[in-house]
C-alpha cells in the first residue's frame, strides 16, 4: 500500500503519477485563480459561496496529499521541515487557521495562499531545472547582491551630496535619495525624481552605466546555471539508462 501511494506520488514517469501530477497543478491553477476572483468588488453572495466550496474542495485534496507524502516519507521529520514540505504546510495553513473567521478582515492569511503556486516548483520540470541553477549559483549571486546593496547604498550616498542642496524638498537625506538609487540601478527611470545640477547629471550617467552591469550580470550567471543544471539532468539520464 505504502509503495503504491509512494510510486503515484512521488514518480512522474508512470501514468499514475503523471495523472496525480496534471490534477495537483490544475487545483492550484484554479486555486490562485478563485483567489483572484474573490478580489472582485461588488461579487454577488452566490459566487462568494461557489468560491468557498472550490477552496475547501482543493485544501481538502491538498491536505490529503500532505498527509500522504508525510506517510510514505522514510524520513518525516526531514520531508516536513524540507523546502517542499514547509511549501505544502503553508499551502493549507491558513485555510484552517481563518477558518470560521471573515477573512475580508484577514488579509494576511488570504495573501498566504498565495504560496501554493511555489507548489508547482515540485511538477515542473522547468522550473526545478530553475531551482537547480539557483542552487548552483547560490554562491555568486549571494556575492552579487552584496555587492549590488553597497552599491545601491553609496549611489544614494553620492546623489545626496550632489542634489541636496539644490533639491532639499527631494533628496532630503540619504533614506530619500535610496529611492532614486534603486530605479536609477535598476534602469527603470521613472522620472519622479531627477537631478538637475552638472554634477548630479555626471554622477547620474555613471550609476546608470554600473546599473546595465547590473541587470546584465544575474542573467548570465542564471544562464550559465542552467546549462550545467540541463548537462547534469541529461548525465543522469544516461545514468538511468
Known sequence: ?????????????????????YVIQALIVISL????????????????RILRVIEVVTVLIFTA???????VSDNKLAY???????????????????S?????????????????????FRYNQAIRRFHRAFIIAKEELVLFSAVSLILLYLSAVGIYYFENAAQPDQFKSVFHSLWWAVVTLTTVGYGDIY??????RIFTFV?????LGIVAVPAGLVASALSQARSEENSEKVEKR
Open 1 to 21: 500500500m505504502k509503495g503504491k501511494i509512494s510510486t503515484i506520488i512521488n514518480d512522474p514517469q508512470s501514468f499514475k503519477g503523471r495523472l496525480f501530477a
Open 33 to 48: 485563480i478563485t483567489f483572484s476572483m474573490s478580489t472582485l468588488p461588488n461579487i454577488s453572495n452566490d459566487t462568494i
Open 65 to 71: 496529499e500532505y498527509a500522504a507524502r508525510i506517510y
Open 80 to 98: 516536513i521541515f524540507s523546502f517542499y514540505g514547509l511549501i505544502d504546510i503553508l499551502a493549507i495553513l491558513p485555510f484552517y487557521i481563518s
Open 100 to 120: 470560521g473567521l471573515d477573512l475580508r478582515s484577514l488579509r494576511i492569511f488570504r495573501l498566504l495562499r498565495l504560496f501554493r503556486i511555489f507548489k508547482l
Open 195 to 200: 537631478p538637475v545640477t552638472v554634477g548630479g
Open 207 to 211: 550609476v546608470l552605466m554600473v546599473g
